[in-house]
């Protein structure tokens, strides 16, 4: 699994980009990783609700084809696009979607951070607080978006929304943890390691 460092990124232009991974590919196509940090951005989900934005701001609002509802994305979260092939791995979306969420969890679990994934409402948990959240694609047989890690950044502009559709939605952070925080670049070398191994189908699955 190839994993391609993309830095501070804007989010329409990767939108994009992601979508002709996706179109182009075939069966011999390597899988990515895309790991990303983006100015700024609301993104609303195929399920979003225009009441879930709460009131108006200069952070822009851009409508994608993930599931989910609306999130917010900005600098100091760590953002991982899974450009992987389904049909290679012979599993569920729900075993996907674990994949992701174990993987995140084994991350914190290395700054001693307790977190845990909740079957009524994709992401990680640690208590009530949502520290990542999930929202994939499948299209053309193919998995596209992924999961955000909130590493150390300004968390306020989730006041701003509902995220996820959940009123009230609580966020922490990897920085209200642990300190001195970790950098995202280390975070990222170790959330993507996890997930390597997670997604990376085994030998008797091909």
């Known amino acids: 699994m190839k994993i391609i460092h993309k830095g501070l990124a804007d989010y329409a232009p990767t939108f ?11 069966e011999n196509t390597e899988d990515e990783l895309w790991v990303v940090e983006h100015p700024p951005v609301f993104t609303q989900g195929l399920a ?30 760590l953002v991982v696009y899974t450009m992987i092939d389904f049909k290679r791995r012979k599993k569920s979306v729900r075993h996907i979607v674990s994949a992701l969420e174990n993987s995140i969890i084994a991350t914190l679990a290395e700054y001693g951070i307790t977190a845990a994934a909740d079957p009524k409402r ?17 299209k053309n047989g193919s998995v596209y978006h992924g999961l955000a890690l909130n590493v150390n950044m300004d968390l ?3 006041h701003q929304i509902n995220p996820c559709g959940y009123a009230g939605m609580e966020m922490t952070q990897i ?10 670049d280390e975070v990222a070398g170790k959330l993507t390691a996890h997930l390597s191994t997670q997604l990376t189908p085994k030998e008797t699955e091909s």
């Open 156 to 158: 306020t502009p989730f």
């Open 122 to 138: 994709p992401g990680v948990y640690i208590g009530e607080q949502k520290i990542a959240s999930l929202g994939l694609r499948i």
């Open 16 to 26: 994009e980009a992601m979508k002709a991974f996706n179109a182009a590919r075939d």
């Open 48 to 77: 979003g609700k225009p009441e879930h934005l709460l009131f108006g701001s200069d952070i822009p609002v851009v409508q994608i084809d993930r599931g989910g509802q609306i999130t917010y994305h900005g600098p100091g979260q």
């Open 175 to 184: 920085a209200d943890w642990v300190q001195p925080c970790p950098t995202l």
